[in-house]
Structure formats: structure tokens, C-alpha cells
């Protein structure tokens, strides 16, 4: 988007190249969260046959699903903290 | 045991203190003090609007039903929003730029203002968010009636319970939200309640959370054990569920009214956005975390049979915790009340600035041209609007009976609002999506949700009779509302979901690939896109058209006289102009009609300002802009090759310029070898004589007659030549006096005629052709007639013909005469023709006996008198024009 523009510089100083970096990750973050929270849709559900395996329980689910939630919040909430620390999300280099 | 009399008065108390924070709000936003209204925390607060009755009771009884899947929807806005930089970002400064003042608004925007799109969207997010305010009052009422016992006197009906709530609601939302009609100056009373609504149903859901984990399961140990020997403690999921609700909620939270209003349009910074980019999931996870425990609890404790959607309530009442249970009630009221209040007041923007404003206008005649206060107008049709909106939803509650499970109504009006989304990202990242695509789209989409969703939401044989559920409309069993093209066995909502948004996002495409944009959806469309790049408006008013003053009253209407008086006073000052009407220039009028589209949505204040105005221009430049990407490069080297071309003319211009000096230097060297000759011979023959004069004794007196003679004459020669020079000089210094007399053209010509040897006492032949009627003219005679001489001798000199002969004629040459004196010598060669006129030219010149300044005087004589003299190469001879202007020839008459 905006930070491929034309006249960019092909190489960054460091502090610039440590940002474009940051927002890679913030650009990452939702897909990582995607992922992480589909893999329940892989485990076995409902044990109608007998040769199915046993399904995932209740608690261990909960605290699957709360556990990605709370890494999510704390990775954008650092993820803002670095970024937002350094001027508005906008300005780039 | 808490009477509903108790409860009454506890929901009343809240309610004023609601009143009072919003009104104190609105108070200290006045004066000015209301930063702290404006605040990252008070925006994230506000955005739980998300969470409504539905999550506050609906999830709960989600979860005893269906188990984690309840959290799906969570999950999406979560996503969406640690996502922020994908889309939110671009969507919020969009939409602050084109000042949209909701999702209809900023479709339209998209493309190209059209109002077509906005009505379309407005029946279509009014029809779809009725279910969800229906959804509101249900749960309230329901929560009542767990308070109320059966058989007690007082105990309310639930329908009128349901009517107060939404009279109440109506008030509220009348109130705080249509007190000030500019969308864009922000509702700050309202955002301050929602906030405070927000901490309310939290704390509510996690103090009922906190005492059933440790108060009743006794720590979150034991809880887990519990959950796990619940029915629900086995992971039984509908996979397909499971991604398709995720998917749908994070469409919804996007392309919901009024989640726009609170993200959007009441954002009043875009860095609050990134704070809410974790705190709002934080909200989010809070609010989700005891709903299982809580269902669990339920399940246990409370009688098979009882309602799932009132656990929260009814768990603390069993373990006869009434405070408890009475907060628990606030949570739920607060959650129903925030909803509605900022759901109806997004929607009734969107009805008036699309739909009521846009009729008005119409049916005035004149358009912007009305009377009166437009303002009074815009603020009606909200509140009728607010009243209607509720109305409906009083309506829909009445007719589906208040029967179904709150979460089944709550993913209807998701799936419908989500049609919303193709059109929007795709105006947002998409340059070539059109009007037509989105309006096929939409209507495709928002048709197969009707007919999957909405209508068998009321139950077989309410509107679509049983038989169409299995055989399908007339019998065609691919068109059954729960198995679309024959493929069965899909769950209804999931269903739903699949074939409305893809079959609208292809007719979407489809259709946005088939058509061609408009210019003006062409450069909205750039300006959606890009908006990162520029931030500018590229299109512009023709502003010549429109007057201040009738913008002025426009304006005035709409925004109210102060605030247009000072807006106007800001941009004459800034044009440096003083009064309080600025020129209309482009900028002012793209200024004027962001302004404007605050408050009446951006489609009916660009139809407004094109009323006063006459239309946009979308100039030649924009045209070149749209049509082609690299338009700026071609115009880039368009004046690139204009320039170059300019520098080649230039460069000619000054190699000829070169020509003529280096031309003119090496004629005046010439000259001056030549007038050094001119002097020098008659100086010798002046010194040889008189020598001879002074020192020969024997001179008799016929040889000093004669020799003085001889010196008499050559004084007479240097005399002329000196005279010649001096003339000249005197004439470009521009120091002559002229001195002006009547008189008559053919006279002058005689005499010149006359003056330079007679007509026939020369070798040349003379034919003066004598003009019918007298020529008066008001001139320099004298000098004129110096001219005539000149060129007469001239010919006499350098006429080589072996019978020269001079035609003089008098010609009218527009309001002008001509006097063209025409030879029939050798024309002068081509390459000297350019140079005859300047000093010390002399060409053909045998003898030597001219200086080379007559015609150099004649042109300086033509230049003073305001006439000209050129010179043409006849066939078979010369021709000199003598150009006499107008005011010459005519003053005498």
C-alpha cells in the first residue's frame, strides 16, 4: 500500500527497517489469530460412532480458546505500545 | 424476592442518572470542557455497543444450547479489530474525509454520490436491523417477567412492558441524539451514556461470573470439573458452524449501522482506533469469559424446562442473591438501551439524509432554493424516523411472538447486514467496483436473505407456506429457502450466509466488470482507494456560477446563521477579503459541500450545491486523470515537448537575431571604411584646391573661380552627408517636433515629384496617377514629403531599366491610404531585402555616392508620423508602400 511508493528507498536504517518490520507483524497478527483459532474446527466433535476418537473436553476448550485470546490482546496491546510510542501509525519513514 | 414496583423504581433511578451524565456531557462538551469525553477509553467503551441484550442474555443460553459456540461470535470482531491496519484503518479515515455520516452515506460517496445506492441501503439496513431492536425489547421484557409473579395484580403484561421500554427508548434517543444535526459534530451525550452503559453491563456480567465460579462452584478448579460433567462438556461442534459465524460476525461488526456510527463517525482521532485495537478484544474476551460457567450453573441448579436465555438473572434469584439479580438486570437494560439508542439514531440519519431529505427537496420545486429553516426539516424527519424505526421493531416483537431463541434473531439481522460488506470493501480497495455492480449486488444479495433467513425466521406457514419449504416456489426443488440449488443438509444460518454473500459478491463483480463508472464514480473511486496517497478532493465546482449570497442562504439553512456566518467569515478572511462573503471559489465550494454533507449526507448536499451551481465540472484535466493512469506522465512530457519547443523557437529567434547583428556589424564596418572614403574625398579635393589656392600665385581669376567652386561643392557634399547623419540621430532619439498641417496627398506628391528634378527632366520616367478626388490629410507635411523625395531620388539613382520609369499611386487600404512608389529596376536580391531599412545599408550602390541613410530616415520619418514603410519585390520591378494611417487621412475631413 502506502509504503510502496515509487521514490521509496530500497534499503532502511535500522530504527525505519526495525518499524516496517513492526508492521509487518501487526499486518500478521489477525492471520496468526485466524489460524489459531480455526484449529478447533480440526478436533473431534461428537462422538457418535464408537470408533471416534474422544472428544476434546469442555474445560480444555475454554481454556484454548481464552489462552489465544489473551496472547492476541497482549501482542497487539505490545504491538502498540512499540509502534504507537514512535509518533502516529501513519507517518512512514 | 424483588418486587417489579422495586424494580421499576431501581430501572427509573438508572435511567435518570443516564439523563443527567448526558446531559452534563453535553453540557461540558459545550463550553468547551469536554476532552475528557473524547478519550481512547471512552471510544473503546462505546464500541460495545457491539455487545447488546443478546450478548448479555443471548450468550448464555447460546452456550447451554450449542456449548463454546456462542463465542464465534466474538471471535470475528476480535479478529477484525487486532486486524485494524487491514481495513479499519482505511474505512475510519475515509470516512472521516468524505465526512460519511453512515454506511449508506459512504456507499454512495463510494459511488459516485448516488442516492439510488443510498435508499437501497437505507430499506435495506432498516429492514434488516428491525429484527434486532425487536430482539431488544424482547429481552427486556423478558427479564421483567422473571421479577414479576404470576397471578400478582401489578404485574405487567409483557406487551406493555415492551410498548413503555420503546416509548421510553423513543424519548431518550429524541433527546440526546437529534439535538445537534451535524452527524460529524458528534453526539457526545449519547457516547458519554453508551460508556457508562458499557462499564454497567460489564461489571454486571462479571460480578453474576465472579459469584457463581467462587460463590456457588467454589473456585475455578471444582467450576472446570463441573463444566466437564455438564451436557455441555464434551467439544460438539458444527464445524461448518464454527468458521461461517466467525466469518459472519466479523462482516457484521464492519457493515452494522450503527457499529459505523460509533466507529466511524463519532471516532474523533485514528490513534484511538489502535489503543481499541486490543482493548476492545479485552472487552470482548471479559464479557465471554463466565458465559459458560454461568450456563453450567444453570443447568445444574435451576429446573429442567427453564429458560436459558435468563440465566443470568435467574441463578442469582435462586440463590437469593436480589442485588445481585438487580444489577444483573441494569447489565441487561443497559445492553437492550445502548443498542437501540445508537442503532436507531444511525438509522434514522441514514432515513433522513437519504430518503426523507431527498423527497423533501424534491417535492419543493425549487430544490435548495426553499424558504425557511431547512434545519427544523432535517430534525423532524430524525425524530420521525427514530419513532418509526422503534415502531417497527414494537412491531416485529408483536408478530413473531417473542418466542424464539435470542440468538437465532440476532444472527438474522447479521447475515442481512452483512450484504452491506462486498459493496464496501470492494469501494474500498477496489477501483473498478461501479454503482451498477453494487446495486446488483446488494439487491441479489439482500433477495436470497429475504427468502433464506428473514421469511422462514417467522416459522412455516406464517409467510412462506410449509409447502414451499419442501417442494420449493412452484414446486422447483431448487428453490427451497433451506436447500438453495438442491443441496440439503446445510445448517439454516450457515446456509444463508454461504449463498447470499457469494452470490452477491458475484453478481457484484460480474456486474462491476461488465459496466463502465461514471467520471465522477471514477474519481470517488480514486479517492476511496488512495486514500492514503492524497487526501485532496481532485474534482471540482464550476464556481463561476454560484453566488456567495445564495450559498450563503443555503448554508444558512442547513447549518444554522451563526455557525454558516462564521464558516463564510473564516474563508473571506482567509481569502484576505473583509465582509462575511468569500468568493465561491472550487475550494470554498468543496469545503461548503463537506460541511453540508454532515448534515444532510453527502449525496443530497452535492445535489444542493449542484442546484446553485449548475453541475460539477469535472475538468479536462480530471477527464485525462480518470482516462488513463499514466495521464500525468503524457501531460508531463506534453510540456515537456511544448517546452522544448518554445527553447527551439527561442534558439531560432536568436541565431536569426545573431544573423542580423553579425549582418548589421559588418555593414557598419563597411560603412565606416565607406563614409572614412565619403569624407576623405571631398576633404582631399577641399585641401588640394585650396593648397593649390593659397600657395599658386599665377592662378588667373576663371581658375580660382573654378577652384573654388570645386571646394564649394565638395563642402556642399559633406554637408548633406553630415545633415543625413545628424537627421537620422535626431529622429531615433525621438527629439523631432513634428509639425502638423492640412493639406492635400496629391499636392505633396507633386511637389516631391517636383523637388527631386520634374517628371520628365530626368533619365526616369515619372507617372504621378492623380486620384479622382482630392486625398485631404493631416500630417508633417514637410517630412512627408522628405519621405516621397527619397524614394523618388532612390529610383532615379538605382533604376537600372534602360528606360526607368517610377508609377506613383495612391491606394485605400482599409481606413488607411498607401502610397506605392513601384519601379521597374532589378528587385533587390532576397538576402539584402532584410537589411534595406537599416543605417549605412547600400546596396546596388556603383558610384558610392549615397550614405546608405535615406531609407533608414524614411522609416523613422513613417515611425513618428504613426504610419510605416515596407518594401515588396514586384515581377518586374520594385515597390515601396508608404502606409499613412487612419487618423492621418481622416482628421482633416
Same mark, same amino acid.
Request: with cysteine; glycine share 8%; charged share 15%.
Given at each position: 500500500?502506502?509504503?510502496?511508493?515509487?521514490?521509496?528507498?530500497?534499503?532502511?536504517?535500522?530504527?525505519?527497517?526495525?518499524?516496517?518490520?513492526?508492521?509487518?507483524?501487526?499486518? =500478521? @497478527?489477525?492471520?496468526?489469530?485466524?489460524? #489459531? !483459532?480455526? &484449529?478447533?474446527?480440526?478436533?473431534? /466433535?461428537?462422538?457418535?460412532? *464408537?470408533?471416534?476418537?474422544?472428544?476434546?473436553?469442555?474445560?480444555?476448550?475454554?481454556?484454548?480458546?481464552?489462552?489465544?485470546?489473551? =496472547? @492476541?490482546?497482549?501482542?497487539?496491546?505490545? #504491538? !502498540?505500545? &512499540?509502534?504507537?510510542?514512535?509518533? /502516529?501509525?501513519?507517518?512512514? *519513514? | 424476592?424483588?418486587?417489579?414496583?422495586?424494580?421499576?423504581?431501581?430501572?427509573?433511578?438508572?435511567?435518570?442518572?443516564?439523563?443527567?451524565?448526558?446531559?452534563?456531557?453535553?453540557?461540558?462538551?459545550?463550553?468547551?470542557?469536554?476532552?475528557?469525553?473524547?478519550?481512547?477509553?471512552?471510544?473503546?467503551?462505546?464500541?460495545?455497543?457491539?455487545?447488546?441484550?443478546?450478548?448479555?442474555?443471548?450468550?448464555?443460553?447460546?452456550?447451554?444450547?450449542?456449548?463454546?459456540?456462542?463465542?464465534?461470535?466474538?471471535?470475528?470482531?476480535?479478529?477484525?479489530?487486532?486486524?485494524?491496519?487491514?481495513?479499519?484503518?482505511?474505512?475510519?479515515?475515509?470516512?472521516?474525509?468524505?465526512?460519511?455520516?453512515?454506511?449508506?452515506?459512504?456507499?454512495?460517496?463510494?459511488?459516485?454520490?448516488?442516492?439510488?445506492?443510498?435508499?437501497?441501503?437505507?430499506?435495506?439496513?432498516?429492514?434488516?436491523?428491525?429484527?434486532?431492536?425487536?430482539?431488544?425489547?424482547?429481552?427486556?421484557?423478558?427479564?421483567?417477567?422473571?421479577?414479576?409473579?404470576?397471578?400478582?395484580?401489578?404485574?405487567?403484561?409483557?406487551?406493555?412492558?415492551?410498548?413503555?421500554?420503546?416509548?421510553?427508548?423513543?424519548?431518550?434517543?429524541?433527546?440526546?441524539?437529534?439535538?445537534?444535526?451535524?452527524?460529524?459534530?458528534?453526539?457526545?451525550?449519547?457516547?458519554?451514556?453508551?460508556?457508562?452503559?458499557?462499564?454497567?453491563?460489564?461489571?454486571?456480567?462479571?460480578?453474576?461470573?465472579?459469584?457463581?465460579?467462587?460463590?456457588?462452584?467454589?473456585?475455578?478448579?471444582?467450576?472446570?470439573?463441573?463444566?466437564?460433567?455438564?451436557?455441555?462438556?464434551?467439544?460438539?461442534?458444527?464445524?461448518?458452524?464454527?468458521?461461517?459465524?466467525?466469518?459472519?460476525?466479523?462482516?457484521?461488526?464492519?457493515?452494522?449501522?450503527?457499529?459505523?456510527?460509533?466507529?466511524?463517525?463519532?471516532?474523533?482521532?485514528?490513534?484511538?482506533?489502535?489503543?481499541?485495537?486490543?482493548?476492545?478484544?479485552?472487552?470482548?474476551?471479559?464479557?465471554?469469559?463466565?458465559?459458560?460457567?454461568?450456563?453450567?450453573?444453570?443447568?445444574?441448579?435451576?429446573?429442567?424446562?427453564?429458560?436459558?436465555?435468563?440465566?443470568?438473572?435467574?441463578?442469582?434469584?435462586?440463590?437469593?442473591?436480589?442485588?445481585?439479580?438487580?444489577?444483573?438486570?441494569?447489565?441487561?437494560?443497559?445492553?437492550?438501551?445502548?443498542?437501540?439508542?445508537?442503532?436507531?439514531?444511525?438509522?434514522?440519519?441514514?432515513?433522513?439524509?437519504?430518503?426523507?431529505?431527498?423527497?423533501?427537496?424534491?417535492?419543493?420545486?425549487?430544490?435548495?432554493?426553499?424558504?425557511?429553516?431547512?434545519?427544523?426539516?432535517?430534525?423532524?424527519?430524525?425524530?420521525?424516523?427514530?419513532?418509526?424505526?422503534?415502531?417497527?421493531?414494537?412491531?416485529?416483537?408483536?408478530?413473531?411472538?417473542?418466542?424464539?431463541?435470542?440468538?437465532?434473531?440476532?444472527?438474522?439481522?447479521?447475515?442481512?447486514?452483512?450484504?452491506?460488506?462486498?459493496?464496501?470493501?470492494?469501494?474500498?480497495?477496489?477501483?473498478?467496483?461501479?454503482?451498477?455492480?453494487?446495486?446488483?449486488?446488494?439487491?441479489?444479495?439482500?433477495?436470497?436473505?429475504?427468502?433464506?433467513?428473514?421469511?422462514?425466521?417467522?416459522?412455516?406457514?406464517?409467510?412462506?407456506?410449509?409447502?414451499?419449504?419442501?417442494?420449493?416456489?412452484?414446486?422447483?426443488?431448487?428453490?427451497?429457502?433451506?436447500?438453495?440449488?438442491?443441496?440439503?443438509?446445510?445448517?439454516?444460518?450457515?446456509?444463508?450466509?454461504?449463498?447470499?454473500?457469494?452470490?452477491?459478491?458475484?453478481?457484484?463483480?460480474?456486474?462491476?466488470?461488465?459496466?463502465?463508472?461514471?467520471?465522477?464514480?471514477?474519481?470517488?473511486?480514486?479517492?476511496?482507494?488512495?486514500?492514503?496517497?492524497?487526501?485532496?478532493?481532485?474534482?471540482?465546482?464550476?464556481?463561476?456560477?454560484?453566488?456567495?449570497?445564495?450559498?450563503?442562504?443555503?448554508?444558512?439553512?442547513?447549518?444554522?446563521?451563526?455557525?454558516?456566518?462564521?464558516?463564510?467569515?473564516?474563508?473571506?478572511?482567509?481569502?484576505?477579503?473583509?465582509?462575511?462573503?468569500?468568493?465561491?471559489?472550487?475550494?470554498?465550494?468543496?469545503?461548503?459541500?463537506?460541511?453540508?454533507?454532515?448534515?444532510?449526507?453527502?449525496?443530497?448536499?452535492?445535489?444542493?450545491?449542484?442546484?446553485?451551481?449548475?453541475?460539477?465540472?469535472?475538468?479536462?484535466?480530471?477527464?485525462?486523470?480518470?482516462?488513463?493512469?499514466?495521464?500525468?506522465?503524457?501531460?508531463?512530457?506534453?510540456?515537456?515537448?511544448?517546452?522544448?519547443?518554445?527553447?527551439?523557437?527561442?534558439?531560432?529567434?536568436?541565431?536569426?537575431?545573431?544573423?542580423?547583428?553579425?549582418?548589421?556589424?559588418?555593414?557598419?564596418?563597411?560603412?565606416?571604411?565607406?563614409?572614412?572614403?565619403?569624407?576623405?574625398?571631398?576633404?582631399?579635393?577641399?585641401?588640394?584646391?585650396?593648397?593649390?589656392?593659397?600657395?599658386?600665385?599665377?592662378?588667373?581669376?576663371?581658375?580660382?573661380?573654378?577652384?573654388?567652386?570645386?571646394?564649394?561643392?565638395?563642402?556642399?557634399?559633406?554637408?548633406?552627408?553630415?545633415?543625413?547623419?545628424?537627421?537620422?540621430?535626431?529622429?531615433?532619439?525621438?527629439?523631432?517636433?513634428?509639425?502638423?498641417?492640412?493639406?492635400?496627398?496629391?499636392?505633396?506628391?507633386?511637389?516631391?515629384?517636383?523637388?527631386?528634378?520634374?517628371?520628365?527632366?530626368?533619365?526616369?520616367?515619372?507617372?504621378?496617377?492623380?486620384?479622382?478626388?482630392?486625398?485631404?490629410?493631416?500630417?508633417?507635411?514637410?517630412?512627408?514629403?522628405?519621405?516621397?523625395?527619397?524614394?523618388?531620388?532612390?529610383?532615379?539613382?538605382?533604376?537600372?531599366?534602360?528606360?526607368?520609369?517610377?508609377?506613383?499611386?495612391?491606394?485605400?487600404?482599409?481606413?488607411?491610404?498607401?502610397?506605392?512608389?513601384?519601379?521597374?529596376?532589378?528587385?533587390?536580391?532576397?538576402?539584402?531585402?532584410?537589411?534595406?531599412?537599416?543605417?549605412?545599408?547600400?546596396?546596388?550602390?556603383?558610384?558610392?555616392?549615397?550614405?546608405?541613410?535615406?531609407?533608414?530616415?524614411?522609416?523613422?520619418?513613417?515611425?513618428?508620423?504613426?504610419?510605416?514603410?515596407?518594401?515588396?519585390?514586384?515581377?518586374?520591378?520594385?515597390?515601396?508602400?508608404?502606409?499613412?494611417?487612419?487618423?492621418?487621412?481622416?482628421?482633416?475631413?
Amino acid at each position: 500500500m502506502s509504503d510502496s511508493a515509487p521514490n521509496a528507498t530500497l534499503f532502511l536504517e535500522k530504527r525505519s527497517y526495525r518499524r516496517r518490520r513492526l508492521k509487518d507483524a501487526l499486518r =500478521l @497478527l489477525p492471520v496468526v489469530g485466524v489460524l #489459531l !483459532w480455526m &484449529v478447533p474446527v480440526l478436533w473431534p /466433535s461428537g462422538a457418535s460412532h *464408537p470408533a471416534d476418537p474422544t472428544p476434546v473436553a469442555m474445560s480444555s476448550a475454554i481454556t484454548y480458546v481464552f489462552v489465544v485470546w489473551v =496472547l @492476541l490482546i497482549l501482542a497487539a496491546a505490545a #504491538l !502498540w505500545w &512499540v509502534i504507537g510510542e514512535r509518533g /502516529s501509525a501513519e507517518t512512514d *519513514p | 424476592m424483588i418486587s417489579v414496583n422495586q424494580l421499576l423504581g431501581v430501572s427509573l433511578a438508572y435511567v435518570a442518572f443516564l439523563f443527567a451524565i448526558a446531559f452534563f456531557a453535553e453540557r461540558a462538551s459545550i463550553r468547551g470542557k469536554g476532552s475528557w469525553l473524547r478519550s481512547p477509553m471512552v471510544y473503546t467503551l462505546s464500541l460495545s455497543i457491539y455487545c447488546t441484550a443478546w450478548t448479555f442474555y443471548g450468550a448464555v443460553g447460546y452456550a447451554a444450547r450449542s456449548g463454546m459456540e456462542f463465542v464465534t461470535i466474538y471471535l470475528g470482531p476480535s479478529l477484525v479489530m487486532i486486524g485494524w491496519w487491514w481495513v479499519l484503518r482505511k474505512l475510519v479515515r475515509i470516512g472521516r474525509a468524505q465526512r460519511a455520516t453512515s454506511v449508506a452515506d459512504l456507499i454512495s460517496a463510494r459511488y459516485g454520490k448516488s442516492n439510488l445506492l443510498a435508499i437501497v441501503v437505507t430499506v435495506m439496513a432498516v429492514i434488516g436491523v428491525t429484527p434486532y431492536i425487536a430482539l431488544q425489547l424482547q429481552s427486556v421484557t423478558l427479564s421483567l417477567s422473571i421479577f414479576s409473579e404470576p397471578g400478582q395484580p401489578d404485574s405487567l403484561s409483557q406487551a406493555a412492558a415492551a410498548f413503555w421500554v420503546a416509548v421510553g427508548l423513543v424519548l431518550f434517543t429524541v433527546l440526546f441524539g437529534t439535538r445537534n444535526l451535524n452527524a460529524n459534530e458528534r453526539h457526545d451525550g449519547v457516547v458519554i451514556a453508551i460508556a457508562v452503559e458499557a462499564v454497567v453491563k460489564l461489571v454486571a456480567l462479571l460480578a453474576v461470573g465472579v459469584f457463581v465460579v467462587w460463590g456457588v462452584a467454589g473456585g475455578i478448579g471444582p467450576m472446570m470439573e463441573r463444566i466437564d460433567n455438564s451436557t455441555i462438556g464434551e467439544w460438539s461442534m458444527d464445524r461448518s458452524r464454527w468458521a461461517a459465524l466467525t466469518v459472519l460476525s466479523a462482516a457484521a461488526f464492519l457493515a452494522l449501522p450503527r457499529m459505523f456510527q460509533v466507529m466511524v463517525v463519532e471516532n474523533e482521532d485514528e490513534r484511538h482506533l489502535q489503543i481499541a485495537s486490543w482493548a476492545f478484544p479485552l472487552y470482548l474476551m471479559l464479557m465471554s469469559l463466565f458465559v459458560v460457567p454461568i450456563a453450567v450453573i444453570g443447568l445444574d441448579i435451576l429446573p429442567a424446562g427453564s429458560n436459558p436465555d435468563l440465566f443470568v438473572l435467574t441463578v442469582p434469584l435462586a440463590e437469593g442473591q436480589g442485588g445481585l439479580a438487580t444489577l444483573s438486570f441494569l447489565g441487561g437494560f443497559s445492553s437492550a438501551t445502548s443498542m437501540v439508542i445508537v442503532a436507531t439514531l444511525a438509522l434514522s440519519t441514514m432515513v433522513s439524509n437519504h430518503v426523507v431529505m431527498p423527497v423533501w427537496l424534491s417535492t419543493q420545486g425549487t430544490g435548495a432554493q426553499v424558504s425557511g429553516d431547512v434545519r427544523n426539516v432535517v430534525i423532524l424527519a430524525r425524530r420521525a424516523s427514530i419513532l418509526m424505526i422503534i415502531f417497527f421493531g414494537y412491531v416485529y416483537y408483536r408478530l413473531s411472538g417473542g418466542g424464539a431463541a435470542l440468538a437465532a434473531i440476532g444472527l438474522i439481522s447479521f447475515v442481512g447486514v452483512a450484504q452491506f460488506l462486498p459493496a464496501m470493501l470492494g469501494g474500498i480497495f477496489w477501483r473498478g467496483a461501479t454503482r451498477w455492480g453494487a446495486l446488483a449486488g446488494l439487491i441479489v444479495g439482500f433477495a436470497v436473505w429475504v427468502f433464506c433467513s428473514l421469511l422462514p425466521s417467522f416459522g412455516p406457514d406464517a409467510v412462506l407456506s410449509a409447502a414451499v419449504f419442501e417442494q420449493g416456489i412452484g414446486g422447483v426443488s431448487w428453490l427451497r429457502p433451506q436447500a438453495l440449488f438442491g443441496i440439503e443438509g446445510i445448517d439454516p444460518t450457515v446456509h444463508a450466509m454461504v449463498w447470499s454473500l457469494s452470490l452477491n459478491l458475484a453478481v457484484f463483480v460480474a456486474v462491476s466488470l461488465a459496466t463502465f463508472p461514471t467520471p465522477l464514480e471514477r474519481l470517488q473511486g480514486a479517492q476511496f482507494v488512495n486514500i492514503f496517497d492524497h487526501s485532496t478532493q481532485a474534482r471540482g465546482w464550476d464556481a463561476a456560477l454560484a453566488t456567495s449570497e445564495d450559498l450563503m442562504i443555503m448554508a444558512q439553512r442547513i447549518l444554522g446563521p451563526a455557525d454558516a456566518l462564521s464558516l463564510f467569515r473564516a474563508e473571506a478572511k482567509r481569502q484576505g477579503l473583509t465582509g462575511h462573503l468569500p468568493e465561491p471559489t472550487q475550494g470554498f465550494l468543496q469545503t461548503l459541500e463537506r460541511e453540508l454533507s454532515g448534515s444532510v449526507g453527502s449525496a443530497t448536499a452535492h445535489a444542493m450545491i449542484s442546484q446553485l451551481v449548475g453541475g460539477t465540472s469535472v475538468s479536462v484535466e480530471d477527464l485525462m486523470a480518470v482516462a488513463d493512469e499514466s495521464a500525468q506522465i503524457l501531460e508531463y512530457s506534453n510540456r515537456l515537448e511544448a517546452k522544448s519547443a518554445e527553447l527551439s523557437r527561442t534558439a531560432r529567434q536568436l541565431r536569426e537575431a545573431n544573423q542580423k547583428l553579425t549582418a548589421l556589424s559588418v555593414q557598419k564596418d563597411a560603412f565606416l571604411g565607406q563614409i572614412s572614403h565619403e569624407l576623405r574625398t571631398p576633404m582631399t579635393s577641399i585641401r588640394s584646391f585650396s593648397e593649390i589656392l593659397r600657395d599658386t600665385d599665377t592662378l588667373d581669376q576663371a581658375e580660382k573661380t573654378k577652384y573654388a567652386s570645386i571646394i564649394h561643392g565638395e563642402t556642399i557634399r559633406l554637408t548633406r552627408l553630415l545633415d543625413d547623419l545628424l537627421d537620422l540621430s535626431v529622429l531615433e532619439n525621438g527629439q523631432v517636433s513634428l509639425n502638423l498641417e492640412n493639406g492635400n496627398l496629391n499636392d505633396v506628391i507633386a511637389q516631391a515629384v517636383l523637388s527631386a528634378g520634374g517628371a520628365h527632366t530626368t533619365r526616369l520616367r515619372i507617372h504621378h496617377m492623380q486620384s479622382d478626388q482630392d486625398v485631404p490629410l493631416s500630417t508633417d507635411l514637410d517630412r512627408l514629403r522628405q519621405v516621397f523625395i527619397n524614394l523618388i531620388t532612390n529610383a532615379q539613382k538605382y533604376c537600372v531599366a534602360a528606360t526607368p520609369e517610377l508609377t506613383v499611386e495612391i491606394l485605400q487600404q482599409g481606413g488607411g491610404l498607401q502610397v506605392v512608389f513601384h519601379d521597374n529596376g532589378v528587385p533587390i536580391p532576397s538576402e539584402a531585402r532584410a537589411l534595406i531599412f537599416e543605417k549605412f545599408s547600400r546596396i546596388n550602390d556603383k558610384d558610392g555616392s549615397g550614405a546608405g541613410l535615406g531609407l533608414a530616415i524614411c522609416r523613422e520619418i513613417m515611425t513618428r508620423l504613426g504610419g510605416d514603410i515596407t518594401y515588396e519585390p514586384r515581377a518586374d520591378g520594385n515597390a515601396f508602400i508608404v502606409h499613412l494611417p487612419g487618423r492621418v487621412a481622416l482628421a482633416a475631413q
